[in-house]
């Protein structure tokens, strides 16, 4: 329950920073960063190899396959739920 709130948290805050906005390669343009790299830095901050769920993060290529990760059809993360997987740590 407090994942999906702090995914909520930051889906909004992301929305609400000025200037914010994608592009079709699903880069921010704020911070160059592609979707699949910002959820690999949340794994690696949050020690996803302790995770209990999860294992297919970092190992399949699409990110949009990896547990948790809801994608829409153009391949954008539309969706995360990460509850019960043991997170721990700061958020990137």
Do not use: N
Request: some cysteine; hydrophobic content about 40%; proline content about 2%.
């Amino acid at each position: 329950m407090i994942l999906r709130v702090l995914a909520l948290l930051l889906a909004a805050l992301a929305l609400s920073v000025p200037g914010y906005a994608k592009r079709d390669t699903g880069r921010d343009m704020c911070s160059g960063m592609s979707e699949r790299e910002v959820l690999e830095g949340l794994y690696r901050q949050t020690d996803g190899h302790k995770w209990r769920s999860g294992a297919d993060w970092m190992v399949l290529t699409d990110h949009c396959d990896w547990e948790g990760v809801d994608c829409d059809d153009a391949g954008r993360v539309t969706g995360l739920d990460l509850s019960g997987f043991g997170l721990t740590g700061a958020l990137p």
